[in-house]
């Protein structure tokens, strides 16, 4: 039985480029489970893609196989990487999209660069296209990670990843410094806060508002903002029946900042 | 072989919900084949769940495990059931979701709350979110029942399933009386009368027009409405080209009044 | 091991259409892979389905059934075909849907009009619908192909297809005149010019402006129109992050004409 492979990209469904992926797949690694985990990633948004794919990955067995394709630099010199981590592979464009999963895997065990073409879409017989490099090399070689073949066959080793890491939250005097990762389609704006840090009866200030934390969602008022911990374990700030970052004119980057009782009490 | 599993949510494609819920099923059932059948309900809109989801689980084998997620009181004391009918079982948030498809079904043959965390994410070994009961306990449990778990082992029995029944017509001096129980994306207005009872030659009243019952959208000239049994066997009111909810400002809950051949000659 | 069906509509994903397909082939064809190519064709346009099906249909394996439904004419006398051509099996309404796939897979070996009910829903035991023929013929028919029936049991032989062939490009004084045959979601403006023709340094003439041909977006300054072979080795007007589309003004149809180096050298 073939490892299962997952596909997060920013094609959207209104092309075949999807299906296309499948049917590439479908070719090399007949018998392998292909999961569709989210094609509406918005265009060229490598952060989101890459939040979406640490928070993700992780609900699959191990051993699947994740491909990742947001990849504004198709066609430039830009490195395809396959890495695996905690168990799980990732294959995809080498420009952030997949250091937040791998490092929330646990870090770094193999990593190769994708050059060897023999793994690719025809088998190295022919020339590839300079637009579509997950039909033509990512979708290719993860059917053949699935398969069974090692990383060190793909290309030469490399040693870390491009990217930035999953930002850090700073202690302050003012309290827990976080910032916005990702803003979801209903305008819920995602911290990096764990939920450990938060508590009812704390607040967060963001977008120059203070913020209630709160247990669920139907514990505010509609259209007043809010603070809860989200499906992925992470603070978030909502509007109940609204959109926080229009409400609140918040970003991806912006800061949001924790305080605790004993901080509200002593200020 | 593993049952069957259907997936009908209002989580959209914008996010890796849906994914993570394959990814949950395939930890737990391998080998069931999962389908997607509708991601794209209305936000929170249960009865367009409850209609989707009646007619559609006929369409797939007896056995077959159906997962209904449009939840607005995750995290409160809402009921999650299972429940077992005409052969097919049906697992969801107890607020009506699952009403329709299961008395459409013959009825419930068994029903339990879903209670014992042993069948939930992490098999009870740690908490749940209050976000996202669909990838912590609805798709787990039916990834349990698909591969063969009884439902009396999910928790107690109940009896009967919150919400409504679909609504029957009514007889009345002027025609048989029937509601717009389902409006779709292109606006047609689908209602409770069923196929057996409108015959060209018919006619409808709805939003203050008599509007004729044709065989097909074809025999419609644009712009003008018309009404026509539609692929569930029910009559719609659509518009040729256009939007009947738009153009004749019909809603779910709207009378439609079938005034038959001899109704109208009486006239 | 029974094949794949691939499966290409215009139903989008705001109701359950293309699940119901998905369970209506499981109860025939439980083993056969089930792939989404895609749903989001623009409603009822024939052409954009056929160019979909066209450069999507060779990234699966020989033996693949490809279900097309882009169905304006449904209900009305409309012939539905079953196709083999280049090993593939392509099902759909013989409206030209088929027809650029057929030929592009090296013509029709075997074709038949899809007319016995013995293989539709229900097996011929009653009626079916007059708006879902996809549900009612079309993928029932795909099934029973994928699980090994032969085409000429679905029906009469027929000689043809109905439909345009896809335009050929015609070589004048002033260059190879091509035109636009598919606009993607994007604004792309995809002809029919062949890789082979094109080469940076050349530049085409479309919607009253001289545009350049580039080996890749990435080449272009944002804003700016430029030609690129896209991913299925044709010619496609772009605008660099905006669509050519809006901005030239430029529809399906609408001539394309490459000039070459030499061509631009003698004017």
């Not at 959207?12 to 992926?21: E, F, K, P, Q, T």
């Not at 479908?26 to 509406?40: G, N």
């Not at 398969?147 to 827990?176: C, H, Q, W, Y």
Request: hydrophobic share 45%; with cysteine.
């Amino acid at each position: 039985m073939p490892a299962a492979i997952t596909l997060l990209t920013d094609f959207g469904h209104g092309d075949a480029y999807v299906g296309v992926l499948h049917g590439v797949i479908l070719q090399i690694a007949p018998d392998a489970r292909v999961i569709d985990l989210c094609h509406e990633v918005p265009p060229q948004d490598v952060q989101a893609g890459a939040f979406l794919l640490m928070t993700s990955y992780k609900y699959f067995p191990k051993g699947t196989v994740h491909v990742g394709i947001v990849d504004p630099g198709v066609g430039t010199q830009r490195r395809i990487a396959a890495v695996r981590a905690g168990g799980h592979t990732f294959v995809g464009p080498d420009n952030g999209l997949l250091a937040w999963a791998a490092a929330d895997a646990g870090g770094i065990e193999e990593a190769v660069a994708v050059e060897r073409p023999e793994y690719w879409l025809g088998g190295g017989a022919g020339p590839i296209s300079r637009t579509f490099h997950g039909r033509d090399i990512m979708a290719p070689v993860a059917a053949h990670v699935a398969t069974g073949v090692a990383l060190d066959r793909l290309g030469p080793s490399i040693n870390a990843l491009m990217g930035e890491l999953f930002p850090s939250v700073t202690k302050t005097t003012a309290g827990l410094a976080g910032e916005i990762v990702y803003v979801d389609r209903f305008g819920n704006c995602v911290s990096n806060l764990p939920k450990a840090r938060a508590r009812p009866g704390d607040s967060v200030l963001a977008g120059g508002q203070e913020i209630p934390v709160r247990n669920a969602y139907g514990e505010a008022t509609p259209g007043h903002p809010l603070a809860v911990v989200g499906s992925a374990g992470l603070l978030e700030v909502a509007v109940a029946n609204g959109s926080a970052a229009q409400q609140l004119g918040l970003r991806v980057g912006d800061t949001v900042l924790l305080r605790g009782q004993r901080c509200r009490r002593m200020a």
